[in-house]
């Protein structure tokens, strides 16, 4: 597996198994299955609704917990509760969370960002993540923060390629991390013509090589499947490398298409919006 080194010298995977909209159940069986194949980075998230599940995932694979990189979120309704970082510590069952994010950019993330920060030099996570943030709104965190944030999670394919974020985000050494890696499922995006003449050459499948792009450009990517051939499939993209030329040809399919559309209408729901942190299934059988 290749690794990333984030600017406070932390390793982090480039490639995981993301678990948004799995049940608990979907959630433990699929970080099992990515454990089986190579995996060490799981991805999840207070809005999951499956924490405990992923957990108990990592608990039951019996894999020293210093190989496997946690990654979650605190939703924007729980920003200003001071115990969120130990509550979802003790909802995982974990001592510490490799990585934690605020999940949106809304609400009172200020509050939340020195609650981080306090729990970094706790020793409670291992680095600090934004998700979803503008450059603005990254800049307002900066300007307040004691400790830079490793990393920001965004919605990153070949429809949606964020170039400006991007160049920022490198001028400040912070990592990328991708969601919709392939476009939401967008058959579009995965049936495009040159994709599919580039897996005659590689022998690879679309996905894959929509996979490897994201690799060859330092993001670090977080497909989500629920299935065992295709976390099997998504985990092969570790072991090849696109062309120079291949690169720039995917890089050119950007129409700065969001399939994500944010709103202040869904921002103001946001931080109203309960979740079930306490009582989530255990997610095994």
Request: charged letters at 25%; a negative charge.
């Amino acid at each position: 597996m290749k690794f990333y080194e984030l600017n406070n010298g932390v390793l982090i995977p480039i490639f995981g198994q993301g678990t948004y909209c799995f049940t608990p159940k979907e959630a433990y069986k699929s970080t099992l299955l990515s454990f089986k194949y190579g995996n060490r980075l799981v991805d999840t998230a207070q809005y999951y609704e499956n924490e405990r599940a992923v957990g108990n995932a990592i608990l039951d694979s019996k894999i020293d917990r210093k190989e496997i990189f946690v990654s979650t979120k605190i939703w924007p309704s729980y920003y200003l509760d001071d115990e969120a970082v130990d509550k979802t510590l003790k909802r995982m069952q974990l001592d510490y969370i490799d990585l934690m994010f605020l999940h949106q950019p809304c609400g009172d993330y200020i509050h939340a960002y020195k609650n981080l920060e306090k729990a970094y030099l706790d020793k409670k996570i291992r680095a600090i993540g934004l998700s979803n943030f503008s450059i603005a709104q990254i800049k307002e965190v900066l300007n307040i923060a004691h400790i830079k944030p490793q990393v920001v999670q965004i919605e990153l394919h070949p429809y949606y390629q964020e170039k400006e974020l991007r160049e920022f985000l490198v001028k400040e050494n912070i990592a990328v991390m991708s969601w919709y890696p392939l476009g939401h499922g967008d058959k579009e995006l995965l049936n495009e013509p040159c994709l599919t003449n580039m897996g005659n050459t590689y022998y690879r499948t679309n996905a894959q090589l929509l996979l490897r792009w994201q690799i060859e450009h330092n993001f670090i990517c977080i497909p989500g499947s629920k299935s065992e051939d295709h976390i099997s499939a998504n985990l092969g993209v570790i072991n090849f490398h696109l062309k120079d030329e291949d690169i720039k040809m995917i890089d050119s399919l950007n129409r700065n298409k969001p399939y994500y559309q944010k709103s202040d209408e869904k921002y103001k729901k946001y931080l109203t919006m309960e979740l079930n942190l306490d009582d989530q299934e255990d997610g095994r059988e």
